[in-house]
């Protein structure tokens, strides 16, 4: 067989450099005559180790990583050319060739199932794995729109976009709606911190958030279709363009879409500006229309009067990604996996302290044990697992103490976080839980779009008592104020933003409850984060007197002779950490 060299090129694998990597193996494949057949994929999930470059031989499925300039130059010499393979870059090997058999550690790829094994701007290619047979299997057995509905229903989907309602539900709502014009839009907003699963899926496997949309749109009877995607996301948006072009040439989209007789169906991208608030379903509309993007009071539910007061339906990429299987596979394909109330897979983006950062799907249920230790491989550095925080800026902390704890969304909902879409942050004994509460306050608090009094004075005022105590000047009382303002926010605010804001401080406060005090009442940051809390002193002892420290120091506080102990006025001492950084005799002692 010839062999095949395939490319990592995701937003995360260029970011690291794969693009060079790719004109490096252009540019040889030319110049030396290679006889390699080279091409171009998306993010598999192991944005930890990118660049990524696979290659596919008569010996199996080489996946190498880190594979920058240098190094491509290596593994072309010895491995395509010398035919010995580089054990020490290898991230993975497979003696099948077909990369998809090989469900990795428990990971059941579904949303994910081409994303990183075909090149997401060939139609072609993803014709080859499947995509557009659901749509095509509707039309030629005459499925029926209820009969689509009711095998979405079957399967027990439920949103991926954080609210987590029954999608063939939603389905049904705007299947009864009666209008000549409905829209279907796809959520492609991504607003959480710390989530890409939805950018990966753009970027990976564009053709399959197209055909969950042409399925949607057949079940609830939508003529249009509209993807609302921030401009921070170029090559989502691109790929999609493409997409788009390809799918309307080949017939899925325009009059009879897909050849389906009086089904006229087409879709166009909306770029939005990236505002959080945006991915809340009534201000998204808005910002469709040309508005300011703000929510508004429900009811009318989108279902019944969305888009141009038309009916619409609203769903997020990763849902939209699942139905094309669902649909050609049936629905107990998806069902079989998962737990009674929370059915299927779900994708989570890990990041934060973690070895193996990236995306992984797995069967919910899952414990978050299994998924951050066996897939993610565990904290970096070997340090221990303080918390993960679970459902981004609307969502919460979870202890180490609850680590055993399955990732559905009743199990998740018990600890006080929520699944929201699926990013997980992971923190290590380094984070400071009141610093983390702050920094996601201080994101909710700036993008309030200022509608309701409570969200945007109450998101401020928290703030404000959290920047004071992590400043050193914390009072007593402030816990029992962040405690009364978080009830009154949640039950006072019009949309999700402000009914969530104050959940990572109320969970930061349910399980480290002990960090708020010693904050507060000892001037302490446990964590050793919160600078104007901490104490440098050195010790004598380890102290050389090489004066590096002194002369680093920004306010002259160090004093001391070469060769003799130096010592820290604490009266000047300003917390900047430069001493700590400079010396190299770890003298300084930080509490
Ligand atoms: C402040 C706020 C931001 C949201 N951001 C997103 C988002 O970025 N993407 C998304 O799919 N849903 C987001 N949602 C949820 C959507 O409003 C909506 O529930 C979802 O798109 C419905 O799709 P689903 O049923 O497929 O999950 C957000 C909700 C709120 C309140
Ligand atoms: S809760 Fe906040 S974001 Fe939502 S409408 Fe009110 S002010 Fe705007
Ligand atoms: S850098 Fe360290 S060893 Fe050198 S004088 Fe300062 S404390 Fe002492
Ligand atoms: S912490 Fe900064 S200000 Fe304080 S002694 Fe060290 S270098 Fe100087």
Not at 17 to 30: C, F, P, S
Not at 83 to 99: A, C, G, R, T, W
Not at 222 to 235: D, F, S
Not at 281 to 288: G, H, P, Y
Request: with cysteine; proline share 4%.
């Amino acid at each position: 067989m010839k062999t095949k060299v395939i490319v990592g090129m995701g937003s995360c694998g260029i970011a690291a450099g794969a693009n060079k990597t790719y004109d490096v193996l252009e540019n040889i494949k030319t110049g030396d005559n290679l006889d390699v057949d080279l091409s171009k994929t998306s993010c598999v999930g192991k944005c930890y180790a990118e660049p990524l470059v696979e290659i596919i031989d008569e010996n199996g499925y080489y996946l190498y990583g880190g594979v920058d300039e240098k190094k491509i130059k290596k593994v072309i010499e010895s491995h395509i050319v010398n035919k010995i393979p580089i054990n020490e870059y290898l991230v993975k090997f497979d003696k099948s060739q077909d990369m998809m058999e090989s469900n990795e550690e428990g990971q059941v790829k579904i949303a994910l199932r081409n994303c990183g094994y075909m090149d997401p701007e060939s139609i072609e290619e993803a014709e080859e794995r499947h995509a557009y047979k659901a749509i095509l299997k509707i039309k030629e057995e005459k499925i029926k729109d209820k009969s689509v509905i009711q095998s979405v229903l079957d399967s027990g989907i439920r949103g991926r976009g954080g609210g987590g309602f029954p999608t063939g539900l939603k389905w049904q709502f705007a299947n009864n709606s009666k209008s000549d014009d409905k829209f279907i839009i796809c959520n492609a907003d991504e607003g959480d911190p710390g989530a890409f699963m939805d950018r990966s899926l753009l970027e990976g496997d564009p053709h399959a958030i197209l055909e969950g949309m042409l399925i949607g749109a057949y079940a609830i009877g939508a003529n249009q279709g509209v993807i609302y995607c921030r401009a921070e996301y170029p090559l989502a948006i691109k790929r999609l363009n493409i997409a788009i072009g390809q799918a309307r040439e080949k017939g899925f989209l325009g009059k009879n879409a897909s050849g389906i007789e009086g089904f006229d169906f087409d879709i166009y991208v909306k770029e939005g500006a990236g505002a959080f608030v945006c991915g809340e379903e009534t201000a998204l509309i808005a910002s469709v229309e040309g508005e300011r993007g703000m929510p508004r009071k429900r009811p009318p539910f989108p279902a019944v009067s969305g888009l141009w007061k038309k009916p619409t339906n609203i769903n997020n990429v990763e849902t939209l990604a699942n139905i094309p299987y669902i649909l050609l596979n049936g629905p107990e394909s998806y069902n079989k996996y998962g737990t009674e109330k929370s059915k299927g897979t779900k994708v989570f983006a890990l990041t934060g302290k973690i070895k193996k950062g990236g995306l992984v799907e797995v069967p919910m249920g899952m414990t978050l044990k299994e998924i951050i230790f066996d897939l993610g491989g565990g904290i970096q550095d070997d340090k221990s697992f303080k918390a993960v925080q679970l459902g981004g800026p609307s969502g919460g902390c979870i202890p180490a103490s609850l680590i055993d704890t399955p990732v559905d969304y009743d199990s998740v909902n018990s600890t006080g976080a929520i699944m929201g879409s699926g990013g997980m942050v992971v923190m290590d004994e380094s984070t400071c839980m009141v610093d983390l509460a702050k920094f996601f306050l201080n994101f909710t608090q700036q993008e309030s779009c200022g509608k309701c009094t409570f969200c945007r004075m109450g998101t401020k005022r928290m703030l404000e008592i959290l920047t004071r105590i992590t400043d050193g000047k914390g009072e007593q009382g402030d816990i029992e104020k962040l405690e009364e303002l978080s009830v009154q926010i949640k039950d006072n605010s019009l949309c999700g933003l402000g009914q969530t804001a104050p959940n990572p401080v109320l969970t930061t406060l349910k399980y480290f409850r002990h960090e708020y005090e010693a904050h507060i009442n000892d001037k302490k940051c446990p964590a050793k984060v919160c600078n104007a809390l901490l104490t440098y002193e050195i010790v004598a002892d380890a102290c050389t007197g090489c004066t590096l420290c002194a002369r680093k120091c920004p306010v002259d506080a160090i004093s001391g002779s070469k060769k003799e102990v130096h010592f820290i006025d604490q009266d000047l001492c300003i917390k900047c950490g430069a001493c700590d950084d400079a010396c190299n005799f770890d003298s300084i002692l930080v509490y």
